[in-house]
């Protein structure tokens, strides 16, 4: 039988109280794993900023990224840089 507190059944709040504690240990364990690619790739020579920004404008739709190349581009030669 499921206990309930006013409206909410607590083994449903339990249920995603745990589900949410296991995704949050899952993302702790992963992102250590980055952690160690990352100082993998600084070791060998690789910028580490260059490498999250290029996986970030891999990710972007190629259409978006070329609109925002081109706002980056007038912005920059609005400031002569």
Known sequence: MTKTTGNIASDQIKSFVQRIERL?????NLSGD??????EAKASGFD???LKTVIKLKN???EKRAQEEEMIRLYADALDI
């Open 24 to 28: 949050m240990d899952e993302m702790k």
């Open 34 to 39: 980055l952690k160690e690619i990352f100082d």
């Open 48 to 50: 580490t900023k260059i």
């Open 60 to 62: 972007i739709d190629p």
